[in-house]
């Protein structure tokens, strides 16, 4: 959970730093905040928020979904950075197995003109020793 801070927005309200992002676990003046319940009728009845001496004020739904939001950010940047490394590693792997290919065919491309080469030289000599007889 995160306790940093950014522009004032909502229904919560840090009344002299702006507006705290996530779950608070300390005040800005460094007193531990506190989960509390509603009890006033002109609030909603029996919501938790989190408090501080009046330094500090935020639901504890929406500081909820203020560390969803973060998650979901943080989780969509390392599906690209997994996607980037996959990527890579393929391309890599592509490579090396494009080239183990390429050897493979020069490979028996040079045994196959040895073997061609062998089996003239033997049709050449067969005919030569048939004249012969």
């Given at each position: 959970?995160?306790?940093?801070?950014?522009?004032?927005?909502?229904?919560?309200?840090?009344?002299?730093?702006?507006?705290?992002?996530?779950?608070?676990?300390?005040c800005h003046c460094g007193e531990q905040v506190m989960e509390l319940?509603?009890?006033?009728?002109?609030?909603?009845?029996?919501?938790?928020?989190?408090?501080?001496?009046?330094?500090?004020?935020?639901?504890?739904?929406?500081?909820?979904?203020?560390?969803?939001?973060?998650?979901?950010?943080?989780?969509?940047?390392?599906?690209?950075?997994?996607?980037?490394?996959?990527?890579?590693?393929?391309?890599?792997?592509?490579?090396?197995l494009f080239e183990r290919v390429e050897e493979a065919l020069a490979?028996?491309?040079?045994?196959?003109?040895?073997?061609?080469?062998?089996?003239?030289?033997?049709?050449?000599?067969?005919?030569?020793?048939?004249?012969?007889?």
């Amino acid at each position: 959970m995160s306790n940093l801070s950014g522009a004032s927005t909502g229904s919560s309200s840090a009344r002299s730093r702006g507006r705290v992002f996530g779950v608070p676990k300390t005040c800005h003046c460094g007193e531990q905040v506190m989960e509390l319940i509603s009890n006033q009728t002109t609030i909603r009845i029996g919501a938790t928020f989190l408090a501080n001496d009046n330094h500090t004020f935020k639901w504890v739904d929406e500081a909820h979904l203020d560390e969803i939001e973060a998650l979901k950010s943080k989780t969509a940047r390392l599906e690209e950075k997994l996607e980037a490394v996959t990527s890579e590693r393929m391309n890599e792997f592509e490579k090396k197995l494009f080239e183990r290919v390429e050897e493979a065919l020069a490979e028996s491309s040079s045994m196959t003109k040895k073997m061609v080469i062998v089996v003239v030289i033997s049709c050449v000599v067969m005919v030569g020793f048939s004249k012969l007889y």
